[in-house]
């Protein structure tokens, strides 16, 4: 059975502190890792698919990158606007996304 | 292109009672996801169309179903209302019509309250 496991559950950061978020999972035959950004009471957005092992992809302050059991975002410089939930999901053979829980992510100013 | 979209933004019903939550998939897409996302949970997932068929179903009762319409358009029907049933119901499509990738582009939801 698929799993993905999200670490931590809620972070809170100043201003301009920069961290990472973690995603783990046990899929088999990985066909993508996905990350959203997901606003309380709103539709997922999302943000980046990663594909294989050594794999990087960057958005603005985001960086997501992708081993093969763990993928992690980083947030670098946050500010109060990256304040959401960030999602996880990984998809293998099955081709239905198994989410994780969510890091709910608080950015002070 | 328009996105996903999906109504009613809200409903409100009674236990017991039947509600019908409706998606319209990313214009000329074919597929559909239905997810439930329960307060502190993740995103359960509960249907998936294609091309007008029932393609997979997550492990919800059968009181959880659907279809889909030669538009692709898509409605989720949940009977005999529960409290627990209480969520935001989400809709998603892939960002292609035909996607090599299983990334997926969601609705805003309908938020489900029963009482």
């Known amino acids: 059975e698929d799993q993905v496991t999200q670490s931590p559950e809620a972070l809170r950061l100043q201003e301009g502190e920069s961290s990472s978020l973690n995603c783990s999972y046990t899929v088999s035959g990985l066909r993508g890792l996905f990350w959203y950004r997901q606003d309380p009471g709103k539709g997922p957005e999302f943000l980046f698919t990663l594909y294989s092992a050594g794999e990087e992809k960057e958005k603005e302050r985001l960086k997501a990158t992708l081993t093969k059991k763990e993928s992690f975002l980083h947030i670098t410089a946050p500010k109060p606007e990256d304040s959401a939930t960030y999602l996880c999901?990984?998809?293998?053979?099955?081709?239905?996304?198994?989410f994780g829980r969510g890091t709910s992510l608080i950015v002070h100013p | 292109e328009a996105g996903v979209t999906q109504s009613p933004t809200h409903l409100i019903k009674t236990r017991g009672q039947q509600a019908t939550l409706r998606c319209s998939p990313i214009s000329g897409h074919t597929s559909v996801y239905w997810y439930q996302q329960a307060l502190g949970l993740g995103l359960q997932f509960l249907l998936w169309?294609?091309?007008?068929?029932?393609?997979n179903r997550g492990n919800f009762p059968p009181r959880f179903s659907g279809r889909q319409f030669p538009n692709y358009s898509s409605e989720l029907n949940v009977n005999a209302l529960e409290l627990e049933d209480s969520a935001l119901y989400l809709c998603?499509?892939?960002?292609?019509?035909?996607?090599?990738?299983?990334?997926?582009?969601f609705g805003p939801g309908t938020r489900l309250t029963v009482l």
């Open positions: 169309y294609d091309e007008g068929e029932e393609r």
């Open positions: 998603a499509s892939p960002p292609e019509r035909i996607s090599s990738t299983d990334t997926q582009y």
């Open positions: 999901a990984a998809s293998g053979g099955s081709y239905i996304p198994t």
